[in-house]
């Protein structure tokens, strides 16, 4: 494969990643760009100064946008509008950023086909279904390699990012359009359909009603924030999603920290602070999201309790001795939490009375997002292979979205060129079968944790079990457990975990 057909390749799954809201996914693949361009540069092959003062640039522009995202993550406006989530002519560009000025990075020569970034763009455009009433001119040589709509990136996070306009929600895309009763029963084809609006977030209607009702009674007082809410679930319900939406509906900013990067507590403190402080520099009403809130230690825990009581931050001692004190004005406060017993009594008496559990998906609420996400690829598939994927997928969008990517790059060949747009049972067995997940969304690793308990003679702790399966204790009970009770598959005691019943019945069928 050329430069172009990788470049196109890794760019794909960071685009569909970022538009998914899967940070990780994300993250991992700009890692895998920034790698590439930086061996292009490397290779002793006769390329120009120009050649590769454009790939350096590149790099620079990958590496940005990294930092952006571990600093501030998906929900920051200049990553938004780099991917063509949303359209503000307010964010800045690189050249705003420098100078002022757009800059145009330096073209490529025609010696170098290699690095062809607009042929990259011209054949990525094609692949993907347009509007043609909304046809923009094609990307200029040397311009960004993603959809052409999006001006130059920002290379790196400004300082001091000037003032933003809150942002407003979006009118499009309120909810999936319903499947007319003409369709062909063998292909099912959604209209393109992405959750940018809460009354389009398919599933958890017993969260989305009352915050509708509690936004609509917040802007009727002239209010522009709600109650401190407290969101309970497993990974890959939609979370982030959902606290994203929320400011979305109350046209104000959105600030979001996600606590599970912070490994101990001087680290966490001044992340807090320094998060903080931002938030009461822009001084405007802002959704002020944690995610994994339980990851904080109990100390920053009780210290966000003057927040959420008098609207004033009162931090800690740090190693100094030094307190803070950051007044917030108007802001809504929500927490995210895969694991609520870690969570401080004292937060979650102040979400009472929005505080909601998660659930998971249903069979049906499934069934519509691997339509609508099928769809928004350009692809087509029928409803032998959803029924497939259902059972596999735990309840979970992540599930979903990760299926949903393996499945379309089941349609290329070798080589990477397309050989259908249509999934049918065939390819959904076959990718399946390929990976080792059963019909109960069990993998390898499953199988090994039930085979483990079902060696032992008594129960057995949660850390000796995740060092037998060679996996971290966190990374055992946040990705694997909940799921393997939720079947009836083990049983948790106060001695341990055990398999059940159900679960050796499973291993023995």
């Given at each position: 494969m050329t430069f172009s057909d990788v470049f196109r390749e890794k760019y794909r799954l960071v685009l569909r990643a970022a538009r998914a809201n899967d940070r990780d996914a994300t993250l991992a693949g700009l890692n895998n760009l920034y790698d590439l361009f930086a061996a292009q540069y490397s290779l002793n092959n006769g390329d120009s100064i120009v050649v590769k003062a454009k790939l350096s640039y590149w790099q620079d522009v990958f590496g940005g946008y990294i930092e952006i995202i571990r600093t501030n993550g998906l929900q920051d406006r200049r990553v938004q509008k780099f991917?063509?989530?949303?359209?503000?002519?307010?964010v800045p560009s690189f050249g705003d950023i420098l100078s002022g000025n757009v800059i145009t990075p330096l073209p490529l020569t025609p010696s170098s086909p290699s690095v062809d970034i607009a042929g990259i763009v011209d054949a990525e455009r094609n692949e993907q279904p347009t509007d043609s009433s909304q046809t923009q001119p094609s990307a200029p040589v040397g311009s960004s390699p993603v959809d052409s709509d999006i001006p130059q990136p920002v290379v790196s996070p400004p300082r001091e990012a000037p003032k933003q306009p809150p942002l407003q929600p979006s009118a499009a895309n309120d909810g999936a359009k319903a499947i007319s009763d003409e369709t062909p029963a063998e292909?099912?084809?959604?209209?393109?359909?992405?959750?940018?609006?809460?009354?389009?977030?398919?599933?958890?209607?017993?969260?989305?009603?009352?915050?509708?009702?509690?936004?609509?009674?917040?802007?009727?007082?002239?209010?522009?924030?709600?109650d401190n809410i407290l969101l309970l679930g497993n990974p890959g319900l939609g979370k982030s999603t959902l606290m994203?939406?929320?400011?979305?509906?109350?046209?104000?900013?959105?600030?979001?920290?996600?606590?599970?990067?912070?490994?101990?507590?001087?680290?966490?403190?001044?992340?807090?602070q320094n998060f903080l402080l931002k938030i009461a520099r822009n001084n405007e009403p802002v959704v002020i999201a944690f995610d994994e809130i339980h990851c904080l230690p109990e100390m920053l825990q009780s210290s966000l309790l003057t927040l959420l009581e008098s609207r004033i931050y009162v931090s800690p001692p740090d190693v100094n001795g030094q307190i803070k004190r950051i007044p917030i004005d108007e802001f809504t406060f929500i927490a995210a939490t895969t694991d609520d017993n870690k969570v401080l009594s004292t937060i979650k008496d102040r979400c009472l009375r929005l505080k909601f559990q998660m659930k998971d998906?249903?069979?049906?609420?499934?069934?519509?997002?691997?339509?609508?996400?099928?769809?928004?690829?350009?692809?087509?598939?029928?409803?032998?292979?959803?029924?497939?994927?259902?059972?596999?997928?735990?309840?979970?969008?992540?599930?979903?979205?990760?299926?949903?990517?393996?499945?379309?790059?089941?349609?290329?060949d070798a080589d990477g060129n397309r050989l259908s747009t249509h999934i049918d049972l065939a390819t959904a067995l076959r990718f399946f079968e390929e990976r080792e997940i059963d019909d109960m969304g069990l993998e390898k690793r499953d199988l090994e944790i039930l085979s483990v308990l079902n060696e032992m003679s008594t129960p057995i702790g949660a850390d000796a079990?995740?060092?037998?399966?060679?996996?971290?204790?966190?990374?055992?009970?946040?990705?694997?457990e909940p799921y393997l009770i939720r079947i009836g598959f083990v049983d948790i005691s106060g001695r341990g975990r055990s398999l059940t019943e159900k679960g050796k019945e499973y291993l023995t069928r």
């Open positions: 991917f063509g989530i949303i359209d503000d002519a307010d292909t099912i084809a959604a209209p393109a359909f992405t959750p940018n609006t809460l009354e389009g977030f398919i599933g958890q209607q017993h969260i989305v009603k009352v915050l509708l009702k509690e936004i609509a009674i917040a802007k009727a007082e002239g209010r522009r924030h709600l994203k939406l929320i400011a979305d509906k109350l046209g104000v900013k959105f600030e979001w920290m996600d606590c599970s990067q912070y490994h101990n507590s001087q680290q966490a403190l001044k992340a807090l998906y249903t069979a049906d609420e499934l069934a519509q997002i691997y339509r609508t996400k099928v769809s928004a690829m350009g692809l087509t598939i029928t409803e032998e292979a959803i029924q497939t994927c259902i059972p596999r997928s735990r309840g979970s969008m992540r599930y979903v979205n990760s299926f949903v990517e393996g499945l379309g790059r089941e349609l290329y079990l995740a060092a037998r399966v060679g996996l971290e204790p966190k990374k055992y009970l946040s990705e694997y």
